[in-house]
């Protein structure tokens, strides 16, 4: 069966490189399904999984939070800010991250970047998701 290879790379170096038969992710311009012989695009992410199809039909997931989408025929490449294997996250970290947004929101302070915290909570969020699939 036909595969594309999967690269996802952030500032700190290689996440994860394998050969899926599909990736799903959502972009800023909604939700995308990629198979092998897709045509080239280049699309923002958003702060979501990444769903990767194995081809004994397991499923992989990666937790992006934001970046970008390079696809070509044969390979998909995503250059993200930072991005975590399901398996590799630090649920009790996360959890403190959520916490700590949370707080922040709740706050009230006018010193508070709201939207900051907002993106630290949705960052949090996601990983959380991720892990717990």
Same mark, same amino acid.
């Given at each position: 069966?036909?595969?594309?290879?999967?690269?996802?790379?952030?500032?700190?170096?290689?996440?994860?490189?394998?050969?899926?038969?599909?990736?799903?992710?959502?972009?800023?311009?909604?939700?995308?399904?990629?198979?092998?012989?897709?045509?080239?695009?280049?699309?923002?992410?958003?702060?979501?999984?990444?769903?990767?199809?194995?081809?004994?039909?397991?499923?992989?997931?990666?937790?992006?939070?934001?970046?970008?989408?390079?696809?070509?025929p044969d390979?998909?490449?995503?250059?993200?800010?930072?991005?975590?294997?399901?398996?590799?996250? &630090? =649920? /009790? *970290? #996360?959890?403190? $991250?959520?916490? +700590? @947004?949370?707080?922040?929101?709740?706050?009230?302070?006018?010193?508070? &970047? =709201? /939207? *900051? #915290?907002?993106? $630290?909570?949705? +960052? @949090?969020?996601?990983?959380l998701n991720?892990?717990?699939?």
């Amino acid at each position: 069966m036909n595969t594309l290879t999967v690269s996802v790379v952030t500032p700190d170096g290689q996440v994860l490189e394998n050969d899926y038969q599909m990736l799903s992710c959502k972009a800023e311009g909604g939700e995308l399904g990629i198979l092998p012989g897709h045509i080239p695009l280049v699309a923002p992410l958003t702060i979501n999984a990444v769903r990767l199809k194995r081809e004994d039909n397991g499923e992989d997931l990666v937790a992006v939070n934001g970046g970008f989408l390079e696809v070509r025929p044969d390979k998909v490449t995503i250059l993200a800010q930072s991005a975590e294997v399901a398996n590799d996250i &630090d =649920v /009790e *970290r #996360a959890e403190r $991250a959520k916490e +700590r @947004a949370a707080q922040l929101l709740e706050s009230n302070n006018p010193e508070v &970047d =709201v /939207e *900051r #915290a907002k993106l $630290a909570l949705s +960052r @949090a969020m996601n990983r959380l998701n991720v892990a717990q699939r």
